[in-house]
């Protein structure tokens, strides 16, 4: 990315996969899923969120991992002609590994 | 699973068993039940709940634990063809031993 | 029962005792009463609350302890056969001595 | 009470007076309030509320004091033919002194 | 007062001084107001807000102060033919001096 | 004014500038905008938030602030003729320097 | 500006940049975005959110960074003939750098 974001918070940047190279890994989404999860890469990582001791406990991910994320959660908008999405790290299911 | 997940927080992976499955163990969910709890094996185990203190409170269960939980809640997901479930550890009604 | 369950958290398994037994020791729930509590038998308890700390408040019930709860709160299940009820201690109203 | 119940938590066991009793030691309740309190003598206190250090704050009344708390809040039950309240501490508004 | 009330935790019993002498002290209250204030006298005080350390935070107000409150919070009661009102701290506007 | 006011907790008393007086200054009020601010002066300030250590947080303003505030937050009272509004500290957006 | 803000509490001044400046830096907001952010520059910052010790935890931004926020948080002001924006720093989604 020419221009790159450096979340806030616990907030993650996600680069989503299509729902073919879903599939390529072996995780189908089936359609009566009440919500169903998308799959992207870890793009960016905020300092994590801030407790009352006022330090922040850091975000368990790192660019690059591979993620299960809830569909209609964080915020989608469009860098350098790629889609991408602004999340909290609790609305992060699980690393794909 | 050729795909493995690594939950974040205390979310726990499980995998259903069927109804009948549930029968055979002597557990029988009653129609007038509010909520018919499913039960399920865990198969994979998040690192637990973040504290104020910054350190995090294991989830108390293992992979391989039997338990029962809520049917409406958490995450249906598809991995290899087996559908799969991501909840929430404050999902979980109890473990069967 | 042959199956048995180890609740979590604050968690507790009670056995409904049903009207008759009530009317027996004395406690009737009135028509009017906004939410009719129930008796029952304590069969199981979680480890207690987390707290903050990071350590778990002791629910304060033992196995084989009566108790009124709510008739609406936690959630129904039939273990060999016999109907039981899944609910958290806050549910629990008071023990009967 | 052939029957005792021993509240949980910050849980108050209450026995209402009636009207005529309440009109007696000189408080009414106007028609035009919009919660009528009503006055009842304290029969059972639970161990008081739990603090997240682990210990739990004593319950503020003591057996025999006689207060003042809403019409519509805890659960009415009946015991031994007596009709009686279980409420939270934070649902009593004064002790009548 | 005959009957003498306690209030428990940051209660407030305050006794509504009328509209005549609100104008009187120079405090009037626009029709316009989305909630309109009460002014009256604070007759008894409660040992203060529960503080997770389990000490009490004592409430800024003592017998004898005229304060200012809002019309639908409370719960209001007739003691010795003499309207009054039970409010928490929290409804207290402020104090006038 | 004769009659003044002492605002509890971490309550602001404000009197409210008129329209001209803000356009003066340099700040206009877009019709667009979903909740228009109001531009004040600080005239009574309380002790401030209570924290759990019992210590009170100094509120950040002084008597003679300017202030811009939320339109429809807080309380609307009139002072020997003049309008003043009663709000929470967090009410407050911004100090005018 | 003239006249200048200073933000209470953790609240941050934001002077949006238009569509075009945004288009220039590679971000493109999708018509299909459940809610689209702006990109602006941070013109003030305030102290920080209080934490319960009592201290304030600085914002982590400071007078000149471009940030991402949502459209719909935050109170829209005029200055100086210039549209601005007040928002909380929960309400920024990332810093563009």
């Known amino acids: 990315m020419a221009v790159s974001l450096k979340p806030l918070d616990d907030r993650v940047v996600v680069s989503p996969l299509d729902a073919e190279e879903m599939t390529a890994g072996g995780i189908v989404l089936p359609d009566s899923a009440k919500e169903k999860p998308q799959r992207g890469k870890v793009v960016a990582v905020g300092p ?45 299911l699980a690393k794909i590994v």
Chains 1, 2, 3, 4, 5, 6, 7 share one sequence.
Not at 65 to 74: A, S, T
């Open 48 to 92: 994590g969120k801030l407790l009352e001791s006022g330090e922040r406990c850091p975000v368990a991910l790192v660019v690059g991992d591979e993620v299960l994320f809830g569909k209609y959660g964080g915020t989608e908008i469009e860098v350098d002609g790629e889609e991408i999405k602004i999340l909290r790290e609790s609305d992060i």
